[in-house]
């Protein structure tokens, strides 16, 4: 549970929204990021700091540059913690949607 906290958390905040948004779509240095958004490089990759601290980003080495990307197994996490919701949701609107109205009764 503390793990989906700790997303939903970093996902707070707008501009990491942006971030995380921006890494679904490709991998990316903090300069490329930059580049997109309205801060300034230190303040990306503070960002990506949380993000990754969150369990939401990993990040490797290409050349003197590190690439970022998503990582699966939290953003796996984050939809296992809302699928939960998602199921129950639809199993609740099945149910009412099934019941006998008056007229049927």
């Known amino acids: 549970m503390a793990y989906q906290v700790e997303g939903f958390t970093a996902l707070a905040d707008p501009t990491r ?3 995380f948004e921006r ?3 490709r991998p990316s240095a903090v300069g490329e990021l930059a580049l997109e958004l309205p801060v300034s490089r230190p303040a990306v990759s503070q960002h990506l700091k949380v993000l990754k601290d969150a369990g939401l980003v990993v990040d490797h080495p290409d050349g ?3 690439i970022y990307q998503l990582d699966p ?4 996490a984050l ?3 809302l699928d939960q919701f998602w199921n129950q949701a639809l199993a609740n609107f099945k149910r009412v949607v099934e019941q006998p109205t008056e ?3």
Do not use: F, P, Q
């Open 17 to 19: 929204r942006a971030i």
């Open 23 to 25: 890494l679904a779509e």
């Open 64 to 66: 003197t540059r590190r």
């Open 73 to 76: 197994d939290g953003v796996e």
């Open 79 to 81: 939809r296992g913690y």
């Open 103 to 105: 007229e049927e009764r």
